[in-house]
């Protein structure tokens, strides 16, 4: 069993940038797929950016990149998501996922793990 907890959410005004980190209780971290996702309120949680197993792919929505960037630390067992420039269409719940061996699918369906999610509030 695997447990995300992410953590760095907050209300920032638009142009910001925040931090998010997402801890993995897992011995084998490195062999995860790591995903960032989005859901706003009324609406399907979506894919915001990936990470592959071995860390030589990344993938980002379209209108995350030059913007937002995923990556880790596997000697502290976590995954980041910095985003910078932030708009009020950012604001959503963000949730992190993993894949054991994973290519850092976009799609929800592919990863096993979740953490609860941490809100993030763009004000204009």
């Given at each position: 069993?695997?447990?995300?907890i992410?953590?760095?959410g907050?209300?920032?005004?638009?142009?910001?940038s925040?931090r998010?980190?997402?801890?993995?209780?897992?011995?084998?971290?490195?062999?995860?797929?790591?995903?960032?996702?989005?859901?706003?309120?009324?609406?399907?949680?979506?894919?915001?950016?990936?990470?592959?197993?071995?860390?030589?792919?990344?993938?980002?929505?379209d209108?995350?990149k030059?913007?937002?960037?995923?990556?880790r630390d596997t000697?502290?067992?976590?995954?980041?998501?910095?985003?910078n420039?932030l708009k009020p269409?950012?604001?959503a719940?963000?949730?992190?996922?993993?894949?054991q061996?994973?290519?850092?699918?976009y799609?929800?369906?592919?990863?096993?793990?979740?953490?609860?999610?941490?809100?993030?509030?763009?004000?204009?």
């Amino acid at each position: 069993q695997v447990r995300l907890i992410e953590s760095g959410g907050g209300l920032v005004q638009a142009g910001g940038s925040l931090r998010l980190s997402c801890v993995a209780s897992v011995r084998t971290f490195s062999n995860f797929a790591m995903g960032w996702f989005r859901q706003a309120p009324g609406k399907e949680r979506r894919f915001v950016a990936a990470l592959s197993w071995n860390g030589f792919r990344t993938q980002y929505e379209d209108s995350v990149k030059g913007r937002f960037t995923i990556s880790r630390d596997t000697a502290k067992n976590t995954a980041y998501l910095q985003m910078n420039s932030l708009k009020p269409e950012d604001t959503a719940v963000y949730y992190c996922a993993a894949d054991q061996l994973g290519d850092g699918s976009y799609y929800l369906r592919e990863y096993e793990y979740w953490g609860q999610g941490t809100q993030v509030t763009v004000s204009s």
